[in-house]
Structures are given as C-alpha cells and as structure tokens.
C-alpha cells in the first residue's frame, strides 16, 4: 500500500491517525491461531462458542494477540514508509467477540526529539461498536522521519 510519508515536522498533539474498522471473522482468526502450524487446544475458545463456554465466556472471543496486531498494522501503515514503531503496551478491558466491527484508531497525544530521532507519542484504542465500548486501550511510540 502506497502512502505518502508522515513527518515528524507536520505531526501535532491532538492529530488522529487515519482510524481503521476491522470485523475478524472465526475463519479469519483460526487461520491466525493456526500461523504457525497446529492451533493448540486451549485456542479453540477464540473461534469456538463451545469451547468459549466450557470456560465460563459467553462466546468466541477475538485474541488479545490479533488486537495487537490490528493496532501495530494501523500505527506501522500510517508511518510508512520510514516511520516506524518503537512502543505498543495495551490494556484489555473486555471481549470482543469475532465479526464485531472493530475501529482501530489513535490520537497524538505527545512529541519529542530523542537521540536525534523524533518521537511521536500515540494514545490507541479499539472501540468495539456493537457494543459502544473500547475494549482494548494503550500508548504508542512511533519514531517519524524529520524534514531537516
């Protein structure tokens, strides 16, 4: 995907980053689950209500690992192509199940020249909007490329 660059020059507290909606289907996130080769069995909760139940959560559940993802993809896609990113910690605050539509988004909250580097820090979040909640939140560091 061609996009054009993000400087660290033009960027300012309050700017948000170009928010994207996800909906991960079963299918989509047991072929995550399943990267690496066999889904280990303790993952079948996350595309299986079943399985999910036994556990005591009322359905499927979307990975806190492919929340991660989603977020380092929206952050990595708005700072390419030199930008790139230093920091991701999140705080899961409840489920989402799979096909919820998911809005992926972020505000700049924070800039600063380290090391000769200059540093954008990003408040994320993941609101959930069948549910009107934001069940992942966190901060992001991007390192962005300057014009002089």
Same mark, same amino acid.
């Given at each position: 995907m061609a996009t054009e660059q993000v400087y660290f020059?033009?960027? =300012?507290?309050?700017? !948000?980053?170009s928010p994207v909606t996800k909906a991960p289907t079963r299918e989509q996130i047991? $072929?995550?689950l399943g990267v690496g080769g066999e889904i280990q069995p303790g993952s079948y909760r996350f595309f299986d209500d $079943?399985? $999910? #139940?036994? =556990?005591g959560v009322r359905a499927a559940m979307v990975p806190g690992s492919?929340? +991660?993802?989603?977020?380092? #993809? +929206?952050?990595t896609d708005w700072a390419a192509p030199a930008g790139r990113l230093r920091k991701l910690e999140v705080n899961f605050r409840?489920?989402? =199940?799979? !096909? !919820?539509p998911l809005l992926?988004?972020?505000? +700049?909250?924070d800039k600063e020249v380290v090391d000769g580097e200059g540093h954008v820090r990003i408040d994320v979040a993941i609101d959930n909007q069948r549910t009107?909640?934001?069940p992942t939140v966190g901060t992001a560091v991007v390192i962005l490329p300057m014009r002089s």
């Open positions: 020059d033009d960027v =300012e507290p309050g700017d !948000d980053i047991k $072929a995550y $079943a399985a $999910a #139940q036994r =556990e492919l929340s +991660v993802t989603m977020l380092a #993809q +929206v952050l409840r489920l989402a =199940e799979p !096909d !919820d992926c988004r972020g505000v +700049v909250i009107n909640d934001s």
